[in-house]
């Protein structure tokens, strides 16, 4: 029987991404004690609060079809949340709520790439991106970044990359994996750059509030001449410790959302009332867990940074966000893959390569901020041992 083209366009873009942190499944599963540092799930728990909703909205009788487009509190919620960030008035009719941030990428991406068309997207870039863009048809067209520059995205680099099949662009600030965050005048001078080509703008956000230091977050939405070709893609998994709640949204113009409906209607027919009552209710609310998580990733990622200063042949930068940290490890002379591999057999550590998220990740390894500061700590004197027993490259 012949299958659709689609099955082979993302063979291969699977698990094979995720193998030494497979590999570090499997030894764990076998009694071994390791320090896994591979996977972007918060070790907090969901605010209580937040499943007592789920709990009694389901007792309520919540368990009904919802409304395709989503719940009216939960709408209510996110033109409160979108009108208050961008500054002017977001309607309800510019939201869709879907199960995660990626459905919501899988609908962008759908509604607007066609086949062969290319979609732009920094490089290191999220380990679906290229499955998402695959499953439209479109091309990834991976654009570097300079590790020595922090990872950022350069408007010009973006500008030589386009083509006439150039589509969207792909955009992911707070950067999983690298923990980039654009400044305004950056989004500014990219917007530039899709207004001169018109180009759609795809906005990860999904790291949104989680920026640390002095960092203040920044998204194309929130330039009114940008919200037109702005699609933005987010969810509660990361920011509230919900990734298994499945609950994130699209939020763009009322022409995006109108015409994406169907698209949604058709493979889902809207989510679990429950569940909105409760994304409803997060969103709503302010809770001191939800401060106390995104205060622990940064004390983690301070502590990984300062565990690693000094150490032979590595070298790792504070994030401006996220829950990552990228490990450059070049000196060493290993790739990334080499370096994660030994990691595991010499150390008990499980981390992802770069290369699993592009060539730009080549040289480094992504350390997932998860596990608490003593086990940071532990595998920071690890990750030292082996990156100094290994020989310098020239
Ligand atoms: C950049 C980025 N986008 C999307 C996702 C998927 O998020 P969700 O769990 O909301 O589908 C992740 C999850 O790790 C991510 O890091």
């Not at 009904?64 to 961008?86: I, P």
């Not at 998994?237 to 209607?265: N, Q, V, Y």
Request: hydrophobic fraction near 40%; include cysteine.
């Amino acid at each position: 029987m012949k299958l659709a083209s689609i099955t082979q366009r993302l063979s291969g873009l699977g698990s094979d991404k995720w193998a030494v942190h497979i590999e570090g499944k499997r030894r764990a599963a076998a009694g071994e004690d390791l320090i896994f540092l591979s996977i972007g799930e918060p070790d907090a728990p969901t605010p209580t609060s937040i499943m007592d909703v789920v709990n009694s909205r389901m007792r309520a009788g919540r368990y009904k079809y919802a409304a395709s487009r989503g719940e009216c509190d939960l709408l209510d919620g996110l033109s409160a949340q979108y009108t208050k960030s961008t500054g002017r008035q977001i309607s309800t009719q510019q939201f869709i709520f879907l199960p995660g941030t990626q459905t919501a990428l899988f609908v962008a991406l759908q509604a607007t790439v066609e086949l062969g068309d290319e979609v732009l997207m920094a490089d290191p870039y999220y380990a679906t991106y290229e499955g998402v863009i695959a499953a439209a048809g479109g091309i990834s067209v991976p654009v570097g970044v300079d590790p020595d520059n922090g990872f950022h995205l350069k408007a010009a680099d973006l500008e030589r990359a386009i083509t006439p099949k150039t589509r969207a662009l792909l955009l992911n600030t707070p950067s999983n994996p690298t923990g980039a965050v654009l400044t305004r005048e950056t989004i500014a001078q990219i917007g530039d750059v899709c207004e001169r080509h018109d180009l759609w703008i795809i906005s990860d956000e999904v790291y949104a509030t989680m920026t640390y230091g002095n960092t203040v977050f920044a998204s194309p939405f929130d330039e009114p001449r940008l919200e037109k070709r702005t699609i933005v893609v987010s969810s509660l998994s990361k920011s509230h410790a919900m990734p298994g709640f499945r609950c994130g949204w699209l939020a763009a113009s009322e022409d995006f959302i109108e015409a994406a409906l169907p698209l949604t209607e058709t493979m889902l027919f809207g989510s679990q009332a429950f569940l909105e009552d409760a994304a409803a209710f997060a969103i709503a609310n302010h809770f001191p867990e939800v401060d106390a998580m995104k205060q622990s990733y940064e004390r983690r990622a301070r502590a990984l940074v300062a565990g690693l200063k000094g150490a032979k042949n590595i070298s790792a930068r504070m994030p401006e966000g996220g829950m990552f940290v990228m490990v450059d490890v070049r000196k060493t002379g290993l790739s990334g893959e080499d370096f994660a591999r030994k990691l595991l057999a010499n150390e008990n550590v499980v981390t992802m390569p770069g290369e699993s998220f592009g060539a730009g990740g080549a040289g480094h390894v992504r350390v997932a901020l998860t596990v608490d500061e003593t086990q940071i700590i532990e595998a920071c004197k690890r990750i030292a041992r082996l990156a100094s027993a290994l020989q310098t490259s020239p």
